[in-house]
């Protein structure tokens, strides 16, 4: 990873030189912000106590300023299946290793689509299930039935690669400092105190662009999960990070950069900048420009 030639201070120019090479993440998640690690890291704290993370995903800053905390991690994702995978990761690599070595040998496109209308019994079996499908799902997304909960996307014309012991290592390392839990984020951060850090990535909400014929918005992001996150969970989450502010906990936050969101946090810093988005590379139907405002709001404490 090339590092960004910023004026910063030195315990965080420090931190960032130190994460350089940061764990990979083991799932590809929509969204994810491993591509934007060199943006956001200089704005992570470079001594934190405890971390908070109540939208995991992919996990990307996560692993790449893990080094930073001292204290332990506290993970969080609505989406059970993500999180069986990262509790898999932790606690039972030894069940989980075989099975995606099963996944692996038997890996097609027939296959795909008879593991997804399994129902897995076993929790393990739930995280290897979890990892196969989102490993070569159409763009590596992961999106639900409102009425059955089933993941529901379609191949992805991609072949299996599974998970090498030196990633699996690396990963069960570093999550033996973390709690790793299914929850929202209203459960999740009203523990976090002065030194503590909470980084948040939630679901972007859907941009609409065709109010004359029908709203079908550009980017469905919001469907990882049965519930989806709405605008009201926007303006709750904005209001919980203003309480953080006021209790002396650093935070930041990923999101689209658009009017609304501005507004939702009129005392926070704003960082706007472009970013290229690839969701549709698949698709004939373009659902969002390849270049995509993004924005990295900084709390006030």
Same mark, same amino acid.
């Given at each position: 990873?090339?590092?960004?030639?910023?004026?910063?201070?030195?315990?965080?120019?420090?931190?960032?030189?130190?994460?350089?090479?940061?764990?990979?993440?083991?799932?590809?998640?929509?969204?994810?912000?491993?591509?934007?690690?060199?943006?956001?890291?200089?704005?992570?704290?470079?001594?934190?106590?405890?971390?908070? &993370?109540?939208?995991?995903?992919?996990? %990307? #800053?996560?692993?790449?300023?893990?080094?930073?905390?001292?204290?332990?991690?506290?993970?969080?994702?609505?989406?059970?299946?993500? #999180?069986?995978?990262?509790? %898999?990761?932790?606690?039972?690599?030894?069940?989980?290793?075989?099975?995606?070595?099963?996944?692996? %040998?038997?890996?097609?496109?027939?296959?795909?689509?008879?593991?997804?209308?399994?129902?897995?019994?076993?929790?393990?079996?739930?995280?290897?299930?979890?990892?196969?499908?989102?490993?070569?799902?159409?763009?590596?997304?992961?999106?639900?039935?409102?009425?059955?909960?089933?993941?529901?996307?379609?191949?992805?014309?991609?072949?299996?690669?599974?998970?090498?012991?030196?990633?699996?290592?690396?990963?069960?390392?570093?999550?033996?400092?973390?709690?790793?839990? #299914?929850?929202?984020?209203?459960?999740?951060?009203?523990?976090?105190?002065?030194?503590?850090?909470?980084?948040?990535?939630?679901?972007?909400?859907?941009?609409?662009?065709?109010?004359?014929?029908?709203?079908?918005?550009?980017?469905?992001?919001?469907?990882?999960?049965?519930?989806?996150?709405?605008?009201?969970?926007?303006?709750?989450?904005?209001?919980?990070?203003?309480?953080?502010?006021?209790?002396?906990?650093?935070?930041?936050?990923?999101?689209?950069?658009?009017?609304?969101?501005?507004?939702?946090?009129?005392? %926070?810093?704003?960082?706007?900048?472009?970013?290229?988005?690839?969701?549709?590379?698949?698709?004939?139907?373009?659902?969002?420009?390849?270049?995509?405002? &993004?924005?990295?709001?900084?709390?006030?404490?």
């Amino acid at each position: 990873m090339t590092l960004p030639a910023l004026d910063m201070p030195p315990d965080i120019l420090h931190a960032v030189q130190a994460d350089a090479m940061p764990i990979k993440p083991f799932i590809r998640w929509v969204g994810g912000k491993a591509r934007l690690l060199p943006r956001i890291l200089p704005h992570v704290p470079a001594n934190i106590k405890n971390y908070y &993370e109540p939208f995991l995903g992919g996990g %990307a #800053v996560f692993l790449a300023c893990a080094s930073r905390v001292s204290g332990r991690s506290r993970l969080a994702d609505l989406n059970e299946h993500l #999180v069986a995978a990262w509790v %898999a990761m932790r606690d039972h690599q030894a069940e989980l290793r075989p099975l995606l070595d099963w996944y692996l %040998a038997n890996d097609s496109k027939e296959f795909y689509y008879e593991v997804r209308s399994t129902i897995p019994v076993g929790f393990v079996e739930k995280a290897a299930r979890f990892l196969y499908l989102n490993a070569v799902s159409w763009n590596h997304l992961w999106r639900e039935n409102s009425r059955t909960g089933a993941m529901n996307v379609p191949w992805g014309d991609r072949s299996f690669k599974g998970i090498n012991d030196a990633t699996m290592k690396s990963i069960g390392e570093v999550l033996t400092r973390a709690d790793i839990v #299914v929850a929202d984020f209203r459960e999740v951060l009203g523990t976090a105190t002065r030194g503590d850090f909470v980084y948040l990535d939630p679901p972007y909400l859907p941009v609409f662009t065709r109010p004359d014929v029908e709203k079908e918005p550009t980017a469905k992001f919001n469907k990882y999960t049965a519930k989806t996150f709405e605008m009201v969970d926007l303006i709750e989450l904005a209001k919980i990070c203003a309480d953080l502010s006021h209790r002396g906990v650093r935070w930041m936050m990923s999101n689209r950069d658009t009017e609304s969101v501005r507004e939702l946090f009129p005392n %926070a810093e704003i960082i706007g900048f472009t970013t290229h988005r690839s969701l549709a590379a698949q698709s004939r139907r373009e659902v969002e420009a390849h270049l995509s405002p &993004e924005a990295i709001i900084i709390g006030r404490v």
